[in-house]
């Protein structure tokens, strides 16, 4: 028999610090570059959107492929990208850590759309209260310290 999964990764992470380095002008190249290291991972980006400081993915992992390998490749490889074509000169590095929250497919058009609306989304809400809020409704304990 083979394999088969059906899991959506709604995966958030932020630059270091929380700096706002991620200048909209370059963001679709950054965006443009993460969706060619899903693809070599022979995973499916359904969306990738972001602000000033972090980054909203809505992907589905190959089945070879873990979480933990998935986003440390994404991270490192746009890092290097960033730094050595000097993409975001304020950029410094990605936070260490991410979030991962797990969806069905009646989720997926909803997360689409939210992912879609980052630059709105984040006039009324702040990126911490937004990690919080997505923390909780997962039922994942938060350390405050890390949202910092």
């Known amino acids: 028999m083979s394999t088969y999964t059906q899991i959506y990764y709604h995966i958030v992470f932020s630059t270091k610090n929380r700096d706002p380095a991620l200048t909209s002008d370059r963001r679709p190249d950054l965006f443009r570059y993460i969706w060619g290291i899903v693809k070599k991972r022979r995973s499916r980006l359904y969306r990738i959107n972001g602000t000033l400081d972090h980054v909203h993915m809505l992907s589905s992992l190959h089945q070879s492929c873990s979480l933990a390998d998935f986003v440390r490749d994404i991270k490192a490889g746009s890092s290097y990208w960033i730094k050595e074509d000097r993409v975001f000169p304020g950029f410094s590095n990605w936070q260490a850590g991410y979030g991962a929250f797990t969806h069905g ?19 009324t809400e702040s990126f911490a209260d937004e990690l919080r809020r997505l923390l909780v409704e997962a039922g994942i304990e938060l350390e405050e310290r890390y949202l910092l």
């Open 105 to 123: 497919m009646s989720d997926r058009d909803i997360l689409i759309e939210y992912i879609k609306n980052q630059e709105a989304h984040h006039r």
